[in-house]
């Protein structure tokens, strides 16, 4: 266990609306995800961060925005959600060793 | 193309019977890490077992092990004596060294139902 909370972690949104999903570890860990989860799909990477201050795109990045401004916590931003939206996030880490990739609760997001 | 696939969206097995879930993958790259995830109802994503490329052993934890044949690039999940409690969402995933970005992340499957029948 990673200490990995993401919150909040149930949200019901109005299409259009911004919405912040928040992931926080204490564990100092470099490399942080986010992924969203949709039947058929698996786990998709939608951006991940490798510093603060330092991210960059996953597959499915369109609509989406990140944040890292401290080490401790990786914000993904829904800047005007909509419905395709409505998925399940979860934000992971990589951990120090190799086998190592733990993963938050999640979040259940749907936009209405 | 699809860098993880499994084949099987739903299997069922009777409880204290072995169970196979497949996966194969597609990499061009010798150094890789082949993972499995159980996600139970609650939704949690459970780490099981894991497979480095170079590996000279299948991988075991407890009643999980992986029969990784690597020519055939495959890393399949073979859970025994199943239970009740093994009922769950069942992901293969893969991850890359990724050397243009050092990413890293981890690349899933479809995923595979699992239902253990009492």
């Known amino acids: 266990d990673a200490g990995i909370t993401q919150s909040p972690r149930h949200k019901v949104t109005e299409t259009g609306t911004p919405v912040t999903l928040r992931c926080h570890q204490t564990e100092n860990h470099r490399y942080m995800y986010w992924y969203r989860q949709d039947p058929g799909h698996g786990l998709r990477l939608i951006h991940y961060?490798?510093?603060?201050?330092?991210?960059d795109k996953g597959e499915v990045s369109d609509g989406y925005s990140v944040s890292r401004s401290k080490t401790e916590d990786f914000l993904l931003t829904l800047e005007s959600a909509t419905s395709s939206q409505t998925s399940v996030y979860f934000c992971?880490?990589?951990?120090?060793?190799?086998?190592?990739?733990?993963f938050g609760q999640g979040t259940r997001l749907t936009v209405v | 193309a699809q860098k993880i696939t499994q084949t099987q969206p739903g299997m069922f097995v009777q409880e204290k019977e072995a169970v196979t879930l497949d996966c194969t993958y597609d990499t061009s790259d010798p150094s890789y890490g082949l993972f499995w995830y159980k996600q139970p109802s609650s939704g949690e994503m459970i780490f099981l077992i894991y497979q480095g490329s170079y590996d000279q052993q299948n991988a075991t934890e407890g009643r999980y092990s992986l029969n990784f044949q690597k020519a055939r690039k495959s890393a399949n999940l073979v859970i025994s004596a199943s239970q009740l409690g093994d009922s769950a969402m069942y992901f293969c995933?893969?991850?890359?060294?990724?050397?243009?970005?050092?990413?890293?992340?981890?690349?899933f499957g479809s995923g595979t139902r699992l239902q253990v029948q009492p």
């Open positions: 992971a880490i990589r951990g120090t060793t190799r086998t190592e990739a733990f």
């Open positions: 961060s490798y510093g603060v201050k330092d991210t």
């Open positions: 995933a893969m991850r890359e060294p990724d050397m243009d970005t050092g990413r890293r992340a981890l690349t």
